[in-house]
């Protein structure tokens, strides 16, 4: 008698969608994982959703209303395992801006009716109201680190994904620092590898998107970006991005407010 193929959920809170059109963008190797997993729920690809329990729940997105305060506990509950993909769901995403000011003063400013508008006053991460057991970084999400977790799930072992720097990936195809090289401020050498180091590969700075790396030194950083010619609102700025939210960026901004 054949095994139950596992089932797989895939669930959007507060995002834009582009770590689920990761998933999305394996195409051939999507077919091959079908051949695998039965996809149970996954909105953004097809009207027919099962309900739970489901073996692996893929979330992406972060709370930012009290309704989906409380759907991420039913995820949870209706979960064997559960993983967060992308910025979004591991640290707040890029509307983890809101956490510094006023939300009600934001909604004077941007909507025309904001009496409507329910939310909550931060953007959190998942893994700040449910247990999480595995975190994918990223805007978005790696498509070769999602590939690597999902075979990893698949055989009962734990994903191989670099805790290491986007500096390594730089060495590792090549490219010249471009700090040391041409002077360009670059948040590499604290911010998490997954994304091959495009940036720097065409002489551009990394903007952080994977969020900060294992025990990173922002500190040690900001001195030479200061050193640059970067002054304490442009360090402000270089920190809150798309994962303004994360503790080591979060903290390392605040000292230059």
């Known amino acids: 008698m054949t095994a139950p193929r596992p089932r797989l959920a895939v669930w959007k809170f507060a995002s834009c969608d582009g770590c689920q059109l990761s998933l999305l963008d394996c195409e051939d190797e999507l077919l091959a994982l079908a051949e695998g997993v039965q996809i149970a729920l996954f909105a953004e690809a097809s009207s ?5 329990p489901y073996d692996v729940s893929l979330v992406e997105g972060s709370i930012t209303t009290a309704h989906d305060r409380e759907r991420i506990q039913q995820v949870r509950a209706e979960s064997g395992l559960l993983v967060t993909i992308g910025a979004c769901a591991t640290a707040g995403g890029i509307q983890a801006l809101r956490n510094f000011r006023d939300v009600e003063e934001w909604k004077q400013l941007v909507y025309a009716r904001p009496e409507v508008i329910d939310a909550l006053a931060t953007s959190t991460p998942i893994a700040e109201h449910v247990k999480v057991d595995f975190e994918l970084r990223g805007c ?3 498509k070769r680190q999602l590939l690597e977790l999902l075979a990893a799930l698949l055989a009962g072992r734990r994903p191989n994904v670099s805790t290491a720097s986007v500096c390594e990936e730089c060495k590792a195809r090549g490219t010249p620092c471009v700090m040391v090289a041409h ?19 065409y002489n551009r700075g990394c903007y952080g998107c994977f969020g900060p790396k294992e025990t990173p030194n922002p500190a040690a950083l900001s001195e030479r970006l200061t050193e640059l010619g970067m002054d304490r609102a442009a360090l402000l700025r270089v920190y809150r991005s798309f994962n303004a939210g994360a503790p080591a960026f979060a903290d390392e901004a605040a000292r230059h407010e």
């Open 48 to 52: 027919n959703m099962l309900p739970g």
């Open 140 to 142: 978005p999400v790696s």
């Open 183 to 201: 002077g360009t401020p670059c948040l590499g050498p604290v911010t998490q590898a997954g994304c091959g180091a495009i940036c720097p590969a």
